[in-house]
């Protein structure tokens, strides 16, 4: 256990000034740099992702694996022949494809969050868009 039971009335008791979940993942993503001055400055979305986004994830979860499983598909084509492979697949007849992972991670997610967000038709003009 990283702390002991008698601390967590003090956590809990703490004031926010002091204990600050916004304030500590504005220090660690580096909000500034990642999001704009504005973000980290005005901390609303914090309060959108706890209080809407969050309580209806359940709700969401069909919309988020259809895009998830449309943003895969797109992501990951074998380049010799444009079809759709499957996620983790290794075809030793063909040479290994390059993926930068962290700008299709990117891509992907905001696909997801685009979804969410504006639905359906507009989220598919963007992604055609973007692409």
Same mark, same amino acid.
């Given at each position: 256990?990283?702390?002991?039971?008698?601390?967590?009335?003090?956590?809990?008791?703490?004031?926010?000034?002091?204990?600050?979940?916004?304030?500590?993942?504005?220090?660690?993503?580096?909000? =500034?740099? !990642?999001?704009?001055?504005?973000?980290? @400055?005005?901390?609303? +979305? #914090?309060?959108?992702?706890?209080?809407?986004?969050? %309580?209806?994830?359940?709700?969401?979860?069909?919309?988020?694996?259809?895009?998830?499983?449309?943003?895969?598909?797109?992501?990951?084509?074998?380049?010799?022949?444009?079809?759709?492979?499957?996620?983790?697949?290794?075809? =030793?007849? !063909?040479?290994?494809?390059?993926?930068? @992972?962290?700008?299709? +991670? #990117?891509?992907?997610?905001?696909?997801?969050?685009? %979804?969410?967000?504006?639905?359906?038709?507009?989220?598919?003009?963007?992604?055609?868009?973007?692409?």
């Amino acid at each position: 256990m990283l702390v002991d039971k008698s601390h967590f009335k003090e956590l809990f008791d703490a004031p926010e000034d002091q204990i600050s979940f916004v304030k500590s993942s504005s220090r660690n993503l580096q909000m =500034r740099y !990642t999001f704009g001055k504005d973000a980290a @400055a005005n901390h609303y +979305h #914090a309060t959108v992702v706890k209080m809407q986004l969050s %309580r209806h994830i359940p709700e969401l979860m069909p919309v988020i694996v259809d895009e998830l499983q449309a943003a895969c598909a797109d992501s990951f084509k074998d380049v010799g022949t444009g079809t759709n492979l499957p996620l983790f697949c290794f075809d =030793r007849r !063909t040479d290994w494809t390059p993926l930068v @992972a962290y700008k299709t +991670h #990117a891509k992907i997610i905001a696909r997801i969050s685009n %979804r969410i967000f504006i639905g359906l038709p507009l989220c598919t003009e963007i992604a055609l868009l973007l692409s």
